[in-house]
T-cell receptor, first 117, second 117 residues
Framework: ETGVTQTPRHLVMGMTNKKSLKCEQH?????MYWYKQSAKKPLELMFV???????ENNSVPSRFSPECPNSSHLFLHLHTLQPEDSALYLC????????????????FGSGTQLSVL | AQKITQTQPGMFVQEKEAVTLDCTYD???????LFWYKQPSSGEMIFLIY??????QNATEGRYSLNFQKARKSANLVISASQLGDSAMYFC??????????????FGTGTRLTIIP
């Protein structure tokens, strides 16, 4: 069983809908991430939360809105999406240390496969 | 310019044979980390192996080893004695510099490996 759980596994929504993706990590990590995975493209980092504060927003459209109420939970709120937003959305967590290191690995959930009609 | 290049979109390998998945990277930072992740059809990205830029020896983790050639900026993944369960997408990733978190982690486009019985 993975330490990072994402729900739902699959989501189909119309362009006018509002939905939310949920991620929960059971690993005691202090950082959480949202990634977008589209076919034949590298993973795109959308949001990073470290110690529940957002530290990175890679110019993601405002129709995606993240929320991190505590270090174990991460949400991605979706509003008026476009068909090109259809993709696999992956949540990940890691334990970031204060030292000068490069080896903190990510632990991923199984993703939410999103289809926007 | 792409920071991570995986030139093999797909590979077919006979079961029990060894397989090498190519990865080249581009960075001017002397301190960086290289990762390989496996993504089976279930969607979850699974960490396989890590190589730090200052590591003197090539990393090994069970059947996985990393052929790290720093001067050539390549970090190929070698899987020995391939198994049917190795069929998956494989992603190479790089984390630049010790001063940043995983917001500076860059992924390649991946290689789809299929093991033939």
């Amino acid at each position: 069983e993975t330490g990072v759980t994402q729900t739902p596994r699959h989501l189909v929504m119309g362009m006018t809908n509002k939905k939310s993706l949920k991620c929960e990590q059971h690993l005691g990590h202090n950082a959480m991430y949202w990634y977008k995975q589209s076919a034949k493209k590298p993973l795109e980092l959308m949001f990073v939360y470290s110690l529940e504060e957002r530290v990175e927003n890679n110019s993601v459209p405002s129709r995606f809105s993240p929320e991190c109420p505590n270090s174990s939970h991460l949400f991605l709120h979706l509003h008026t999406l476009q068909p090109e937003d259809s993709a696999l959305y992956l949540c990940a967590s890691s334990q970031e240390s204060a030292g000068l290191v490069t080896n903190e690995k990510l632990f991923f959930g199984s993703g939410t496969q999103l289809s926007v009609l | 310019a792409q920071k991570i290049t995986q030139t093999q979109p797909g590979m077919f390998v006979q079961e029990k044979e060894a397989v090498t998945l190519d990865c080249t990277y581009d960075t001017s930072d002397p301190s960086y980390g290289l990762f390989w992740y496996k993504q089976p059809s279930s969607g979850e990205m699974i960490f396989l192996i890590y190589q730090g830029s200052y590591d003197q020896q090539n990393a090994t983790e069970g059947r996985y080893s990393l052929n790290f050639q720093k001067a050539r900026k390549s970090a190929n993944l070698v899987i020995s004695a391939s198994q049917l369960g190795d069929s998956a997408m494989y992603f190479c990733a790089m984390r630049e510099g010790p001063y940043f978190g995983n917001e500076k982690l860059t992924f390649g486009t991946g290689t789809r490996l299929t093991i033939i019985p």
